[in-house]
Every structure is written in structure tokens, then in C-alpha cells.
């Protein structure tokens, strides 16, 4: 019997990634995955590969900087599995540089995702989130919100990307307050270095740059923060994790 055998999560951003991971994580542990992204045929592999393992997934191709799209989400989730328990708001872009000359539609991009996206998603799981927590199997809700350690230590030519960090995790904060007396559990996950798609969306100069920073440093891996996710949701109800920074072992800063 799996820990989350009987729940229902949704994960954003979930056609690669972290995402990705964390939806196989989930999935593992007996919860069935509503999987929402863009890339719906990256999706497609991700739910037959679930589904080929005894696990149950659902795809919703969403944009979830549209509103509409990110509430449909949401009730898409709902009415295939009857109930939402966890929300992994995992979607996000990270377009670095400095902040003169800047392209101001890299970080219009990134409010979007990073900041809009993410509240428009917990907006519409909230009252699930509060029904859930109310119910068996396991009277108890999560929310899990991907930040970074940008959301706690600004760099110059992080700026944009900074700002959106820290807004998740002032949400997040202010959020947990307001919920956690009702058993809904709102946590923060921070990766530092992780080898994914996310460096490769900036522009090559910026690309550079990254690459030289972490130079000889053995970054995460994808499931590595899954696991830390995984971790959070399967506490038992009492057992709060808020907030979790999860650096490769040679980053400094």
C-alpha cells in the first residue's frame, strides 16, 4: 500500500523537469496524477509510463498564465479523479541577465509563470485543498510551491527573477497562516543548481554565463527535489515541513 493510495495531486509544469519527476514520485507513492503542461505530447509519454507502471494519470494541456486555463486545470483534475489533495505548483522560467537594456517581455514572461500562473492555480485548488483535509484517507492537504534559492538571496543579473522567488515565498508564508489551522499545508521547496531544461530558455550570452558559474559543480538532479517533495506530502498529518532549501552539495551560494 502506498502512502498516498486514495489521494488526488496535480502538478504543474509537468511535462519535464522537476515536474516530471515529481509526478512519477507521486504516482509511485499511490496518488493519482493529474499531469498539466504546455507540451501535451510529452504529457502523453509521461501518463503511458505511469499508467504502465499500475499508477493512474491524466493529461490537461494548459497554459496556466491564461486564467481560464489555469481554473480549468483545476476542475479538469476534479472531475476525473473526484477530489484534489495535492497541488505541486511546479511551472516556472527562470530568464536571467542584467537588469539595464533588459528585455522587458523576458520578465513580463516570467511574472507570468512564475508569479500569475502559481496564484491563479492555488486560487482555484483552495477550496478543494479545504474539502480534502476534511476527509479520508488522510484528513490533511498539501500545496507545494517550487521556488529557488533566488527566493532568498538576490545576485546581480538575477533581479527579475529574484523578485518572482521572493513573491512565492511571501505568498506561500502569508498563505500557510491563513490555512494551515485547517490542516492544509502550504511548503516551500528552494533547489539550488538542478540539470534541467530551465538554464537552456535564456538568451546565449546569459547561457554562458550560468555555465561558467557552475563550472565543475555536480548539480541535482531532477529526482533529488522530487524525492524532497515526495518527503513533505507523506508526513503524517501533525508534521508540518514549511519550507526547504535543497542545495548540490558544492554551491556555495
Known amino acids: 500500500m502506498g502512502t498516498l493510495d486514495g489521494t488526488v495531486a496535480l502538478v504543474t509544469g509537468a511535462s519535464s523537469g522537476i515536474g516530471e519527476a515529481a509526478a512519477l514520485a507521486l504516482a509511485e507513492r499511490g496518488a493519482a496524477v493529474a499531469l498539466a503542461a504546455r507540451r501535451g505530447d510529452r504529457l502523453a509519454e509521461l501518463a503511458k509510463r505511469i499508467d504502465g507502471d499500475g499508477g493512474r494519470a491524466f493529461v490537461i494541456e494548459a497554459d496556466i498564465t491564461e486564467r481560464e486555463q489555469a481554473e480549468a486545470a483545476v476542475r479538469r483534475t476534479v472531475e476525473e479523479f473526484g477530489r484534489l489533495d495535492t497541488l505541486v505548483n511546479n511551472a516556472g522560467v527562470m530568464l536571467l541577465g542584467p537588469v539595464v537594456d533588459a528585455p522587458v517581455d523576458e520578465w513580463e514572461r516570467m511574472v507570468s509563470i512564475n508569479v500569475m500562473g502559481l496564484l491563479y492555480c492555488a486560487h482555484a485548488a483552495l477550496p478543494h485543498l479545504l474539502r480534502a483535509a476534511g476527509e479520508e484517507p ?46 492544509v499545508r502550504i511548503s516551500l521547496v528552494e533547489p539550488g543548481a538542478v540539470a534541467t531544461e530551465l538554464a537552456g530558455h535564456n538568451r546565449p550570452e546569459v547561457r554562458e554565463a550560468i555555465k561558467q558559474r557552475f563550472e565543475g559543480v555536480e548539480r541535482l538532479q531532477a529526482p533529488d527535489i522530487a524525492d524532497t517533495i515526495a518527503y513533505i506530502v507523506t508526513r503524517p498529518r501533525h508534521v508540518a515541513v514549511n519550507e526547504m532549501l535543497v542545495r548540490p552539495t558544492q554551491q556555495q551560494n
Not at 492537504?141 to 512565492?168: E, P
Open 138 to 183: 488522510r484528513r490533511v492537504a498539501d500545496m507545494v510551491n517550487v521556488s529557488s534559492v533566488a527566493g532568498r538571496v538576490a545576485r546581480n543579473g538575477s533581479g527579475v527573477y529574484n523578485a518572482t522567488k521572493h513573491a512565492v515565498g511571501a505568498f506561500s508564508e502569508a498563505l500557510r497562516q491563513e490555512v494551515t489551522g485547517r490542516y
